[in-house]
């Protein structure tokens, strides 16, 4: 065999091109089959944990124990977790990846973000819910108070401060998952009933207008009152705020613009003469 591989002949060549492809088969295969495998990690896969919902430093703990890398690719802000939480991550947990695969995750950020308290004053609860969420901000206590609007929002409170609905406007700025409280109106009792506003009526109107909804007049005061129509309500007490009630039956006094009528300043003179004729007696 050996003398015929020896020898220059047709045949010696052909065996010598045979040997020559069969050890570099071997070698292709043993490098494709046995070493790249072997080196890669070919063929073994890892069962990527569920790191979401811990913190950050444990995730990376999680994953190394695992032989997986790791990579903080973004960050976003959520209000139902700590900073620096895993809240999302990719390859997705209970997957199956090579051995030392990197992890994408999503943590947590630090600082929350600002954003603008929407006016929700005038507006319902159900809809100032909606729309606080859509702010990335939580709704609080709600607080009802008396007003004839039932489920209407009256006021915001925001860390002890009440802010006035300008403020709102102009655009108040808290850190987002703030949670906003609010008063709104609870439609009031049966005997109770908002402070009606009569100034600038006529007192025969005001009179009448008072004792169809259950209040009753009380002083009536007369002052000369220039530029003012004579008759015509200047003052009251109690004056209408908005969310303070009064009960069915209280009294109203009234500031009225001119002079005590006649009938009225005749009445008086005539007791007046009446008491004077007593005493005399």
Do not use: C
């Not at 390859?91 to 600082?111: D, Q, S």
């Not at 603008?116 to 709600?142: F, M, N, Q, W, Y």
């Not at 008396?146 to 401060?161: A, M, Q």
């Not at 908002?194 to 002083?219: A, N, Y």
């Amino acid at each position: 065999m050996i003398g015929i591989l020896g020898k220059n002949t047709k045949l010696g060549l052909l065996l010598n091109i045979l040997i020559i492809l069969i050890l570099t088969a071997g070698i292709v295969g043993g490098f494709f089959y046995w070493y790249l495998p072997k080196a890669t990690n070919s063929g073994q896969s890892i069962t990527v944990p569920d790191v979401t919902g811990n913190p950050v430093e444990k995730a990376m703990e999680d994953l190394s124990g695992k032989d997986l890398g790791y990579f903080i690719a973004d960050s976003t802000y959520s209000s139902e977790f700590p900073p620096l939480t895993v809240l999302a991550q990719h390859p997705a947990p209970n997957e199956k990846v090579k051995i030392n695969r990197k992890i994408y995750l999503t943590v947590n950020k630090v600082n929350a973000p600002k954003t603008k308290i929407p006016d929700i004053i005038d507006g319902t609860v159900k809809s100032a819910a909606r729309i606080l969420k859509s702010a990335d901000l939580e709704l609080g206590k709600i607080e009802y108070i008396p007003d004839k609007y039932v489920n209407t929002v009256l006021k915001v409170e925001v860390n002890g401060e009440i802010l006035s609905k300008k403020e709102l406007q102009e655009g108040y700025m808290v850190e987002q998952g703030t949670k906003i409280k609010i008063y709104a109106g609870n439609g009031l009792g049966r005997d109770e009933l908002s402070i009606p506003e009569v100034v600038g009526m006529p007192l025969d109107e005001v009179e009448l207008f008072l004792l169809g909804i259950g209040l009753k007049v009380g002083q009536i005061e007369y002052i000369d009152t220039v530029g003012v129509e004579i008759g015509q309500i200047i003052r009251q007490s109690p004056e209408p705020e908005r969310g303070t009630v009064i009960k069915k039956g209280a009294l109203m006094d009234l500031w009225v613009s001119g002079y005590y009528p006649e009938n009225v300043i005749g009445e008086e003179a005539e007791e007046g003469t009446l008491e004077e004729g007593k005493e005399d007696k």
